[in-house]
């Protein structure tokens, strides 16, 4: 709100100083608060154009801003031509009362323009687990999904996962191993790269208890029937454990569709009439060297196996051929060379990438006191997402893995995690509002009510620098979402909330609310009405409770 009025003012000084500058060219920044508002150096991008000196553009723009702009206080042209910007109470005051009259829609946008959204993420293979980089990735994927939402889109949550193949057959073969041990063959091999989890026995003593010894010889048809049970097991565990941080999706779309339903021929076939694939070694290559990337791939083997990049332009296709008008992707960073290759093949087949936004996320490291956890799924020396729940919390889970940017490697610290206390950034934010619930319940304690007419009217007594600033972190909330959701970095919107949460912590400690007088106590109900809805709705989207008690 205020950078959107901010480029509306400097619009309108622009068009009466007859230059010609659009919003969206308008750069505003937040500058150290001696320095006001926002700043902007449209001025020095403008001094080519215009040839003049950026100072004389500013002094210019600045002039015509203090004649014309009731809602700014000040109007300085600071160092080569920077303008900074300091709004008026009276225009804070109005936001506020924005605010308090959204409630619960606060920070929901109404696009011009609605788009379908398409988030694929997750998408783990059923052979185990959610491990932690699973983990990030739900909560990325999510969060994304959430901000979307949140700006008035339409958004399908998609799961992309195979149920067949070399990993499926090691997990059956490793389920048989335990499931023998169980049967007091207790020297029957696991195989060298199976599966060692705690998990493959417990899959294993469900199979005993349920059929006995009548799958001990290991039939082909036996195999395919415990891999069967496996991946029930193991999607079952998925699903809960998304479900304890609060993920759900809308299609799950398995990899053996596309060879039922004749993708990956289609695809094949679409490569053969460009001319992108030739056989090499008994093998299938795709030609991506004329697609502008630096080596050709095979994407169906001597042995008739298609490699993983085939499939994955199929479905990327199938995906297109839904008609979303964005389609995002949540992998991990030792994706960048395939989603590249891709991207090529897609935009080869005359679609259009731009609409494909591809997210790759840095892994993570656990620590504890100050030393990595090994992590291995088949070692069995594993820290699974579920064992990460069970000890911190799926607030704790959610918020750190958001609050580092997706391109930085995360260090899971394991003991901030546990602290119940304010130095743990997550009971920080909740603690904020859950101050504010009590104050409420004093409220009905003590028999008070105020109105929505009384906080509206007594907004007019909020002066103090802690109560403007605190209003001016809330009016920032849609701006806030926006960015996050453009740049596709929860990390903003976490950042801001602890911005939130401090604000109104000085103001807190600074100023009674209870205590004041009226008008000036109904005014500080409304600032903790849009506090505590901004704190409420800002942690929804991160996938975090906002608790009335702690």
Request: glycine content about 6%; aromatic content about 10%.
């Amino acid at each position: 709100m205020l950078k959107k009025r901010a480029q509306e003012l400097l619009v309108a000084a622009f068009e009466a100083l007859q230059i010609p500058v659009s919003a969206e060219t308008i750069r505003l920044e937040i500058p150290r608060q001696e320095f006001g508002d926002l700043a902007t150096n449209v001025a020095l991008t403008l001094a080519k154009r215009l040839r003049k000196p950026p100072r004389a553009i500013a002094e210019q723009i600045a002039e015509v801003l203090r004649t014309m702009a009731e809602d700014l206080a000040q109007v300085e042209v600071a160092g080569p031509g920077f303008i900074n910007l300091r709004f008026t109470p009276q225009f804070y005051h109005q936001m506020l009362r924005q605010i308090v009259g959204q409630g619960a829609q606060w920070g929901r946008h109404q696009a011009e323009h609605p788009l379908s959204v398409n988030v694929e993420f997750v998408s783990a293979n059923p052979t185990g687990p959610l491990h932690l980089g699973h983990g990030r990735n739900a909560a990325i994927g999510d969060t994304l999904a959430n901000l979307y939402e949140w700006m008035g889109h339409t958004v399908v949550r998609e799961y992309y996962f195979n149920n067949a193949g070399n990993q499926m057959r090691m997990l059956a073969l490793s389920i048989y191993a335990r499931y023998r041990q169980l049967l007091g063959d207790a020297d029957y091999p696991l195989p060298e790269d199976g599966y060692r989890g705690e998990y493959i026995t417990d899959i294993a003593r469900s199979l005993v208890e349920q059929y006995g010894d009548q799958l001990r010889q290991g039939t082909e048809e036996q195999l395919q029937l415990i891999q069967k049970k496996g991946e029930e097991w193991c999607f079952r565990m998925i699903r809960q454990t998304l479900d304890r941080i609060g993920v759900q999706f809308d299609v799950y779309f398995n990899e053996d569709r596309l060879y039922t339903e004749g993708k990956i021929e289609e695809v094949i076939a679409l490569f053969r009439q460009k001319g992108l694939v030739y056989e090499k070694d008994g093998a299938l290559w795709l030609k991506l060297t004329a697609v502008g990337r630096p080596q050709d791939r095979v994407i169906v083997k001597s042995t008739g196996e298609p490699t993983y990049r085939l499939p994955d332009i199929a479905y990327h296709r199938e995906k297109f051929e839904r008609g979303y008008d964005v389609l995002i992707d949540v992998f991990g960073a030792d994706h960048i060379a395939t989603a590249e290759d891709v991207k090529a093949a897609l935009a080869a087949l005359g679609y259009d990438v731009s609409r494909l936004k591809v997210i790759l996320y840095q892994f993570v490291t656990l620590l504890e006191d100050g030393k990595p956890v090994k992590m291995s799924k088949r070692s069995g020396k594993t820290y699974t997402l579920d064992t990460l729940i069970d000890e911190v919390g799926a607030d704790v889970v959610r918020f750190f893995f958001l609050m580092r940017s997706v391109s930085k490697h995360l260090e899971f610290d394991l003991n901030l995690a546990r602290e119940q206390s304010e130095k743990n950034p997550v009971f920080y934010l909740q603690y904020a509002h859950a101050r504010i619930a009590s104050i409420f319940r004093k409220m009905d304690e003590r028999g008070i009510a105020i109105s929505e007419a009384a906080m509206m009217e007594g907004i007019e007594q909020l002066q103090q620098p802690e109560e403007l600033a605190l209003i001016k972190e809330l009016a920032r909330f849609p701006e806030v979402i926006e960015a996050a959701a453009t740049a596709a970095e929860p990390v903003i919107l976490a950042d801001y909330l602890r911005d939130v949460a401090t604000a109104f912590h000085r103001f807190y400690h600074q100023h009674p609310v209870l205590g004041a007088d009226s008008p000036l106590r109904e005014g500080r109900v409304a600032l903790l009405h849009a506090t505590q809805t901004t704190l409420r709705n800002g942690l929804a989207i991160l996938g975090v409770s906002a608790p009335e008690r702690m």
